[in-house]
């Protein structure tokens, strides 16, 4: 999932030094803090512009649509695009081309 995310929301960067999930988008200022909470739920504490809670949520929802796929298909046309897939087909996105740059997002 962190992989599609990466993807499909760029420009988020976890910090794994920290306690609980901890996620920024240094770009817009915006953060989000989220630590487990009783009976399965989480304590989430956020700021900024972007809502990087609701942003997760979507990308977890497509991954599980997908199977949860723990590998993903590189596929390269004769044009030379390359497109991430998973197996599924059901998620899947281009990866940038030469002298293109899908930002500092490292997420592990």
């Known amino acids: 999932m962190w992989l599609a995310l990466d993807h499909l ?11 609980g ?5 240094p770009g817009c200022g915006s953060w989000l803090r989220a630590r487990t909470a ?7 504490t956020g700021r900024g512009p972007r809502d990087i809670w ?16 723990a590998s ?7 044009g030379g695009a390359q497109r991430v897939t998973s ?3 059901a998620l899947s996105w281009l990866l940038p081309g030469p002298g293109i740059t899908s930002g500092p997002a490292r997420l592990g």
């Open 38 to 44: 009783g009976a399965g739920g989480w304590e989430v």
């Open 9 to 19: 929301r760029p420009g988020l960067v976890r910090d794994f030094s920290a306690d």
């Open 72 to 78: 993903y298909r590189l596929e390269v046309d004769s």
């Open 21 to 25: 999930l901890t996620i920024g988008a």
């Open 87 to 89: 197996r599924s087909g």
């Open 54 to 69: 609701a942003e997760l949520h979507d990308v977890a929802d497509r991954w599980r649509a997908a199977g949860s796929p």
